[in-house]
């Protein structure tokens, strides 16, 4: 087992469990921002982890680093 | 999907990365890919939002109609079929062939119970009367839900392809790289699910 997977894995396990739990945890009010993050993270982690952008070429590695960004800006707009 | 190694190998495992430029990890044409479904999602993501704003009581009552409990699950099936698949993807390239074919197996398991499940969802709202015809909400629903129900059955196709494509601990240049494309298409599943789920399932 990879460790560092299983950490990501426990991360995004929690921030989900903390996104959905809305409900039972009023005053901490988290919710959709919470999952955007998670969405973001998730995009993240394809390109640079999971897949090893992180060594391509430098034009792939800025292009899907705009491409991110652009998911995480379009995230906070739509969510507003 | 394949490309050739000029490359160095700038990981751990005994495949190389491919740094040219035509050559990101997994081909081109993934990539191309991901770009166009991520805009596409993004777009049906911004008439879900615009067409909320306009009928604010109907998606209110749509949003609460649908059932969190489900949408948690799907979203932890999908997560935990993601480490699966880059669990896959590192013994790959590491040479851990018989590894990689369990991580394929078990991302490939972990999308069709995210398919199961999501196939109970769509019945229990099926029978309530909540079909794509009910409301715009509904309808985007169904469409934005249903076109990601299909790309990940596509996924799970694609990786037992992948997967039957290779026996024993040398997958092969070849091998590696049509796996990471399907690691990218399935990991592109896992992306697109949770960009949905808040604007479909959480938002107030």
Known sequence: MNRPHAIVWGVLVGLTAVSFAGEALPSVRPGPGVLAGVAFVKVWLLGFRYMDLRHAHALWRVAYGGLASLVLAGLVILGR | ?204
């Not at chain 2, 166009?36 to 949003?63: C, I």
């Not at chain 2, 369990?102 to 196939?119: D, H, M, S």
């Not at chain 2, 990786?159 to 039957?164: D, G, N």
């Open chain 2, 1 to 204: 999907m394949t490309a050739s190694t000029s490359t160095s190998a700038p990981n751990s495992g005994s495949a190389a990365v491919p740094t040219g430029i035509w050559e990101p990890p997994g081909g081109i044409l993934v990539w191309l890919l991901v770009l166009v479904e991520l805009l596409t999602f993004g777009m049906g993501l911004a008439v879900l939002v615009v067409l909320g704003g306009r009928e604010p009581e109907v998606f209110a009552v749509g949003r609460a109609g649908l059932h969190r409990g489900w949408a948690f699950i799907n979203t932890l099936v999908l997560v935990t079929g993601g480490w699966w698949m880059a669990e896959a993807i590192t013994s790959l390239r590491n040479g851990r062939g018989e590894a990689a074919r369990r991580g394929i197996l078990g991302a490939a398991g972990f999308g069709a119970l995210f398919l199961a499940v999501k196939g109970a969802e769509y019945a229990s709202k099926l029978s309530a009367g909540q079909d794509l015809h009910r409301d715009t909400f509904h309808t985007l629903y169904w469409l934005l839900t249903g076109f990601h129900y299909l790309h990940v059955a596509v996924a799970v196709v694609l990786l037992l392809a992948v997967r039957r494509g290779w026996r024993g601990c040398d997958p092969g240049r070849e091998a590696v790289e049509n796996a990471e494309a399907a690691g990218v298409f399935w990991h592109l599943c896992d992306a697109i699910w949770l960009i949905l789920v808040p604007f479909l399932y959480l938002l107030p």
